[in-house]
């Protein structure tokens, strides 16, 4: 495979997913749907016959630790880069490592919602820098006391495209999907599909009501753009930004592997209206 020039591929196997033989092609592959092969078969989506991506490996991650909390907590009360350089060790062991095992274990399942995923534990592919960029800020703190996970399609405007992410900070932490930023012209679409299609709207948001960890966040219009549409869709209609979102208060279960299996729950809860919001672009 070394003579396609794939960043993935490494002694044969795959990087990308999960170390499995190297096969161009394959769904998942980076050239999967962008050329035709001589073997028709590498043209086809995978079938059922073929084994999923995603097993429950058991995996690296074991939960955070009480010293992640510890050094963001004191990274808030000491952001200068005298104390950072000092206890740049206990960042990478107990804040990036971890992180880095979360979305190892987190990666394969990942791949089984949308096989275009960036899966790399790596900063500025899956985790977010350390280093603030203060060129534009009048907070000119050199580092975050918030960091986060985000699985997304690599693109340039990734932040106006729906996005998975985990957030951690010193006293709280949170996860869900949505729009980082999404522009002007991205929520227009979106009230145009719902008042064309209302019926695909409700369809794509039927798990909403029955659930009780996600809420609906983003800034609202002040103004009612539309006061025809009915009271269970006008809080999404009316936002400027938009997404899904599980606030919690620091409990057990960040501690501990269980962490995984509740991730993995909820983002599958959230799978309908990540396809849903991708029809925009």
């Known amino acids: 495979m ?3 020039g794939c960043p ?3 002694d044969e196997k795959c990087l990308r997913l999960n170390e499995i033989q190297c096969n161009p092609g394959m769904k998942g592959c ?3 749907g962008r050329y035709f092969f001589s073997n028709p078969d590498k043209n086809k989506p ?3 016959h073929r084994p999923a991506l995603y097993s429950n490996r058991g ?3 074991n939960g955070f630790s009480t010293k992640t909390l510890d050094f963001l907590k004191d990274l808030r009360s000491n952001n200068n880069k005298i104390w950072f350089e000092a206890n740049k060790q206990d960042y990478k062991d107990y804040l990036l490592e971890l992180l880095q095992n979360l979305v190892i274990d987190l990666g394969d399942f990942m791949l089984t919602i949308d096989p275009n995923i960036e899966i790399r534990p790596a900063v500025d592919k899956t985790i977010s820098r350390i280093y603030r960029d203060t060129r ?3 907070d000119k703190s ?5 960091m986060w996970i985000t699985f997304k399609r690599p693109r340039k405007d990734w932040k106006d495209a729906p996005v998975y992410f985990f957030e951690i900070s010193p006293h709280s932490y949170r996860y ?3 729009f980082y930023s999404a522009s002007i012209k991205t929520m227009d679409r979106l009230r145009n599909m719902i008042d064309k299609r209302p019926d695909e709207f409700l369809e794509a948001i039927s798990f909403y009501s029955g659930q009780k960890t996600f809420v609906v966040e983003g800034e609202k219009y002040k103004r009612i753009l539309n006061n025809n549409i009915p009271d269970e869709v006008q809080d999404w209609y009316q936002r400027k930004n938009l997404y899904l979102v599980c606030n919690r208060n620091i409990d057990e279960h960040l501690f501990n592997k269980a962490l995984i299996d509740d991730l993995i729950s909820r983002f599958s809860l959230l799978a309908p209206f990540y396809h849903y919001l991708w029809r925009l672009k």
Not at 142 to 146: D, N
């Open 176 to 178: 869900g999907m949505g």
């Open 8 to 10: 993935h591929e490494v």
């Open 46 to 48: 995978l079938g059922p």
């Open 30 to 32: 980076i050239l999967y």
């Open 59 to 61: 995996g690296t991650f």
């Open 2 to 4: 070394s003579n396609w």
């Open 136 to 138: 534009f800020s009048g």
């Open 142 to 146: 050199p580092y975050k006391s918030t």
